[in-house]
């Protein structure tokens, strides 16, 4: 890959809100962290962070913003953890309701540095997040001076490997600034941060060959899959949005299968158009024909002969208000579904029926 393709590395520093009680923090205390594999959504289901790893406010320097990294921790990047109070729903020893429960009110929590920094390894080391600890208790500026040598770019999984070895290598004895382009990195000042850069290097390429590793399963798995789905058994019918990435990553190519997905997916799209725009006859007559070609490709058998227009032709147009019977019972069609309609019965159950089954 072209160095001007590359992302030059963004990190945020990190400092807790100047407005929140901080005075047990030092800078010694700042741990740094690194994922490699895929960002880590630090945020649950409700919408409030699961992993409560890093202050919601930071100080910008001009007042405090939003922390990018309060629900997202970066790929790639370098990750501070400092100490911080964390601002919590707490019940209250001293307040009660009217039934004599506790009252939730507001209340603070430190979390420190080594414990955030911890919680995300025991949740992330598998995709190969490690705790730097070449950096631990440098300023955030300087931690980010040794980084940027060892690691300018946002580089590729494949690529992490010979960049954390040989490229790292030859950066860290540089005594001129780097000049990528338009973007410049500054040499280490001395012997001692050519040391930690070293160190840092080591940690990085260690947390980039669990990734690797588990990226080169994941795509091994979903080609295992995919040959036993076109095979006629179980499986993806292709590659999803992950694989799709680790392959592009490691710049392995997909097997050839693929194209059948891709040719699949495009085709549903059109029925999923064509259906639910209560079709005309001659869009029935292509209905009929992209039924039979999806049954063809999903299930390995010869497409089916297309009905006459004559024979599609006794299916009037439904409409998505209008009230329905299928064999008897009652319902609403709730949304079209690649040739099916999903049926909301009166009962409350839900069925995919085909347009055949309806009458009105």
Known sequence: MATAERKPIQTVEVQPAIDRDISSARPTETRYGWCPYAPINLVGPSGTPALYVQPHKIDSGSGNMD???????????LIAFPTFAAVENVLSPDLVDSNGRA???QGTRTITALEAATMVLRNYSFWGFVILNSL??????????????????????GELENELTFGALERIEATEPLVFGDYTVQPLADDAER?????????????ASIAYTLATSV???????????????NGKVGPDANDIRLAKELGRELPKLIGKKDELGEIKEQMGFLVSREASRADRERIAELEAKIASMENGTAPV????????????PIR???PVTVNGRKGKIVKPFFGKFEIEFEDGSVEKVHRSEITQ
Do not use: C, W
């Open 305 to 316: 002969a297309v009905p006459p227009a004559s024979e599609e032709a006794k299916y009037p």
């Open 67 to 77: 922390n990018p990294y309060h629900r997202v921790l970066p790929k790639n990047q």
């Open 219 to 233: 795509l091994n798995e979903t080609e295992s899959s995919m040959t036993q789905r076109f095979a006629g058994g």
């Open 320 to 322: 998505m208000a209008d």
């Open 103 to 105: 009252v939730s009110v």
């Open 195 to 207: 040391e930690v850069a070293r160190r840092l290097a080591g940690e990085l390429a260690d947390g």
């Open 136 to 157: 631990q208790g440098k300023e955030q500026s300087e931690a980010m001076r040794i980084f940027k040598v060892v690691q300018p770019f946002d580089y590729n999984l």
